[in-house]
């Protein structure tokens, strides 16, 4: 092994094995600290070459259908410099210690991992640079490398990479801060289309994902869980169950989500799915519910119609007097929005697999957007460590933000436990996945602007009800305190209120920001027509010139003024926007921008409406993610995949419905998801290139596209819709 | 009750409840896991397989209904002439994101090229609405299936 200086913070140290495979294994500073840890957090990056000359790099991220599983590995690979066709990818289990964070959430791991991974690669070439300096005893500049060989132009020499192996090892490990890099004018792999690396496998229906696992003697496990969420059980009765055919265990789990010591759900194992299923009717269960019983749909909407009508419980956001503001104001402009609480719905129901050894160690197959979290739970419930606990990752059949929770594995954990030895596979059914969300919460705003005579914003108030409990929001039901156009306006005063839910909630792709998208920009379009202008003269004037606005929280980026408007002027462009209202019946064109997730997103769609039935025709993005598209063909799934998502979240998904504290969903009847029909006919994509480092996009495209909607449909009807799902009657 | 089949070319014979659906016989008893569970309803067409050539969903068909019929699953669509075109339409176009809908997708869209070789923008919509993508890949759906019928742009 090469020497490895433990004080350095970014290193990489070569192994070599038996058959000369070597092995690069990189260790990097990442530049966010893991999250709440306070220590900065660091990147493990791992390179295998084989005697042949072909390449194994690990792809550490959970595999959502985001293309990490690709992208990832095209980085290294571009500074390793190898051809894309000879590497062959490998998906890392869980270890945070070895590979920092593995987790598919917060559209985060291309900023966090654009230098470190790069490096990686860069450090690895280096060193095999220079063990054909010391071979060839030429200088290394005069070397060169390309697909997977060194290169000595003058004399013609070329070598693999796998032959340099021996003399590889024996390199001192260069930091890796200083290693240079790639200018991106001769990138090879980045920048160029690369299919997802797992396509092939997936069309011809290889087992990838969670629910395909099989193992050995493994048995099948159906969930009946409290009706209720934080409902539990007082007791059952399984001797009807047992005396069904291929039964093997009954196991009483708690899913995380209530005290210790209670139960929530129990699993019947069985040797097949179907028959665990089938049975759950023979079990008798009491639950323990009445906490939660008081809980519904209806119950919320009254309650947010009551706070809405009296003071916020607590303040945001203040800045000078918005209500001596309002007062001198020339117009004021007032309205109530709302959105509803929604599931997720992936199309592979939540599932898990483990097995508890005879020496305690428990072994995880997961579909789970972050493990090391589910770990953690595991642990917990459990009362076992964490380092006894093995997670696979498999490819996830859609994510969403629904699998950075990890119920289903502390549930089939547990079974696990049970009946040591025995592989045992957690599926729920469709029912269990719609009613054991976390929900992305819902939401009810009351706004207030007021414009002076030149129609310039002169001041702004919100009143947000959400889900809270303590005097704070709960998880995902969260406001950003700088919400736009707050930091640009001098007289604000944003406020929240709060009500009880026993729901669980969660975040949904582009959390938070798919619901306050809607709320602020189709305000300002409000505010816009009042003030005689369309919604992107508005916005240009709001953010004025360029500067910065502050982040949302601590470790994300500000808000670029100037970055803004580069988007609003390139869809504007690109979309041939006129700001002129729609002279055809039924047609109309609406203009949504919004800022999150570290991209910069513009939109304009055209609709048709008729016979009270909304269609989205065409969708226009513009977008700054950046100075570099690293993968472009998945850059455009990305886009279209967020549009026509917020296109299902506008108007196809129905309000989940709460009824005495129970979820009343049941599948895809009551809880509609899009179809091709709905589609629009194109999501047309331009890019806004700036000197940037690239940022993600599993995100940030979906949430401007939700009020760009709500504006076209009043383009096209004169109607202004401000509650979700966008309805015309 | 033993029940025999023909599935992927391969005479079966299953010892199962009657009424258990092809479903879970082709993911628990065969080991063929390319077809997916999604909603147990028929409201998603993840399941889709095709039954003596028609695309059917294995949720809602119990083995007894399959008895002396060929079922043709994703693993061994590209036996078909057509779903050989469907699959290296999908494929050069990369229609997958997450990848979990696609099994169903392309018996579908198998089964609409085979009844249908020339299929307007109607017929795709008509062939396609009972499959559900999460993702919304619908978009390089309907060019691979243009693709796969010759009519690319």
Partial sequence: MSTVSLNRRSFIAATIAGGAALTFEARLTLARAAAGTGEPALLGAFIHIAPDNTFIIEAKNPEIGQGIKTMLPMLIAEELDVSWSQIRIRQADTNEKLYGMQIAGGSWATPFNWMPARQAGAGARQMLVLAAEKLWGVPAASLTTEAGEVIHKASGRRATYASLAPEAVKIAAPDLEKVPLKSPETFRIIGKSQPGVDTPAIVRGAPLFGIDTRLPGMVYAAMVKCPVQGGTIRQFSDALVRQQRGISAVVPVNSGEVPAGKHDAVLIVADSWWRANKVREKLTVEWDSAAQAGFSTAGYAKQAAALLGSAPQSSLFKAGNADAALARAAKTITADYAYPILSHATLEPQNCTALMHADGKLEIWAPSQWPAEGIKDVARVMSIAPEAITVHLTRIGGGFGRRLMNDYMVMVAQAAK????????????????????????????????GIDASGAMIALKDHFITFGAGGKPIRAAE????????????????????????????????????AMAFVFQGFLAEVAAAAGLDLPELMRRTLGGPKMLPRAEEG??????????????????????TGKPSTVKGKGRGFGFYFSHRGYFAEVVDVTVADGAVKVDKVWVAGDIGAQVINPLNAEHQMQGAAIDGIAQALVWQPIVQEAGAVAQENFLDFPMMRIEMAPEDVAITWVKTDNPPTGLGEPALPPVIPAIANAIHDATGKRLRTLPLQMS | ???????????????????????????????????????GAGLCGACTVLLDGEAVRACQTPIADAAGKAIVTIEDVASLPVGKKVVAAWTALDVP????????????ATALLSR???????????????????????????????????EAA
């Fill in chain 1, 418 to 449: 049970a009946m040591p030895g025995r592989p045992v596979q957690l599926i729920f059914d469709r029912t269990d996945d719609m009613r054991n969300d976390y929900y992305r919460p819902g939401g009810w705003h009351r706004l207030i602007a």
């Fill in chain 1, 479 to 514: 406001m950003n305190a700088h919400e736009f156009p707050g930091p640009v306006i001098a007289d604000v005063d944003y406020g929240m209120s709060f009500i009880a839910t026993n729901l669980a909630t969660g975040w949904l792709r582009a959390p938070t920001s798919n």
């Fill in chain 1, 556 to 577: 994300e980026p500000e808000f670029s003024t100037a970055r803004a408007r580069g988007v609003i002027d390139a869809v504007c462009k690109f979309a041939s926007w």
């Fill in chain 2, 1 to 39: 009750m033993p029940i025999t089949l023909t599935v992927n070319r391969t005479p079966r014979t299953i010892e199962t409840d009657a009424d258990k659906p092809l479903l879970w016989v082709l993911r628990e008893e065969l080991a063929l896991v390319g077809t997916k569970f999604g909603c």
């Fill in chain 2, 97 to 108: 994101q997450c990848g979990y809908c696609q099994a169903g997708q392309i018996m579908s």
């Fill in chain 2, 116 to 150: 249908t070789p020339k299929p307007s923008a109607d017929d795709i919509t008509a062939g396609m609405s009972g499959n559900i993508c999460r993702c919304a890949t619908y978009l390089r759906i309907r060019k691979a299936i243009l693709e796969a019928a010759g």
